[in-house]
Nanobody, 120 residues
Framework: QVHLLESGGGLAQAGGSLRLSCTVSGSIGSINAMGWFRQAPGPDKKRVLV?????????NYADSVKGRFTIARDNVKSPVYLQMNSLKPDDTAVYYC????????????WGQGTQVTVSS
């Protein structure tokens, strides 16, 4: 079992910054990537991948956050961070940390989510 705990969400003004952290514990040997997802408010909004980092350090970003967000971790046992700069009201969402094994993210492990609200 893998346990994930997010922190660092909150309220920011447009143009501001926040840093999210995801602490990982448990049986992490099977994990091959970590990702940050977000779900914007509204009944039709789905959870979408914002950024991910593999166990070898390869990163990926959604087009909407490229150049503004940075995902990082020191090693597979360290927390995963999401540095969010130049925040926009459209970044308002619940952000989830997720860990992927051979089954993929959907059947992987998820944190409880942390709210990020960006005011204009």
């Amino acid at each position: 079992q893998v346990h994930l705990l997010e922190s660092g969400g909150g309220l920011a003004q447009a143009g501001g910054s926040l840093r999210l952290s995801c602490t990982v514990s448990g049986s992490i040997g099977s994990i091959n990537a970590m990702g940050w997802f977000r779900q914007a408010p509204g009944p039709d909004k789905k959870r979408v991948l914002v950024s991910s980092i593999t166990s070898s350090g390869l990163t990926n970003y959604a087009d909407s956050v490229k150049g503004r967000f940075t995902i990082a971790r020191d090693n597979v046992k360290s927390p995963v961070y999401l540095q969010m700069n130049s925040l926009k009201p459209d970044d308002t969402a619940v952000y989830y940390c997720a860990a992927r094994d051979w089954r993929g993210y959907d059947d992987g492990y998820w944190g409880q989510g942390t709210q990020v609200t960006v005011s204009s």
